[in-house]
């Protein structure tokens, strides 16, 4: 066999579900995953918003790319305190029975899943006394439920405020310190992953 090929079936495989519903015109998400790659180039992207524009998910390649994966990342924008309508087609048409869960659902086990999100709203807000009226984590249990049930190995999950770009609305400045943002949370996802795999 290759060398390099022997060498990449050796590697740790992390896979990007990418939730953002147009992710080419995102400020956040799409730097974040490509500040990932460049850490991991055996980085596996799956943007849902170029494989399925009209929404309709194919469950059987997803859930190849899922067995294929040691360290599973949802990057999304944080939309209605929950994953985007793309992402959430997907989590219905591909973790299944039989596949995720029930007596026979074992594909997902042990897999370690990363949550990364990025919220357009303030730390601030997002707390008991804030405008959204909970800490930002009180939304989470979904994704924690869905991980204990397809045993997968739940993972802190990353995430940041102040992420919202308004054209014709925000300044530069703020374009910048967005940037910035988006920079320091793909820093901690790398390492979140790098944790991942070394455990």
């Known amino acids: ?94 973790l299944t029975y039989g596949f995720a869960y029930g007596s026979s659902g074992d594909k997902l086990h042990g897999r370690k899943l990363i949550v990364s999100l990025t919220a357009g709203g303030s730390a601030e807000g997002y707390s008991k006394g804030g405008y959204e009226g909970f800490d930002i984590e009180d939304y989470f249990p979904q994704f924690v439920s869905t991980a204990h049930l397809c045993g997968m190995d739940y993972q802190a999950p990353v995430y940041s405020y102040n992420m919202a770009y308004l054209p014709g609305i925000s300044s530069e400045a703020d374009l910048a310190a967005i940037r910035s943002r988006a920079d320091e949370h793909a820093a901690q996802l790398i390492e979140r992953i790098r944790e991942a795999l070394a455990s």
């Not at 990418?18 to 991991?40: M, Y």
């Not at 929404?55 to 994953?83: C, H, K, M, N, R």
């Open 1 to 94: 066999m290759d060398n390099r090929l022997t060498w990449m079936n050796t590697m740790n495989n992390i896979l990007i579900i990418s939730g953002h519903p147009d992710l080419e015109h995102s400020t956040a998400n799409g730097r974040i995953i490509e500040r990932v790659q460049t850490a991991f180039p055996q980085t596996v992207v799956r943007r849902l918003d170029t494989l399925y524009p009209d929404g309709t998910i194919d469950a059987a390649a997803e859930q190849a790319a899922l067995a294929q994966a040691d360290v599973i990342v949802w990057q999304f924008p944080f939309y209605w305190y929950s994953a985007p309508a793309l992402m959430r087609s997907w989590l219905e048409g591909v």
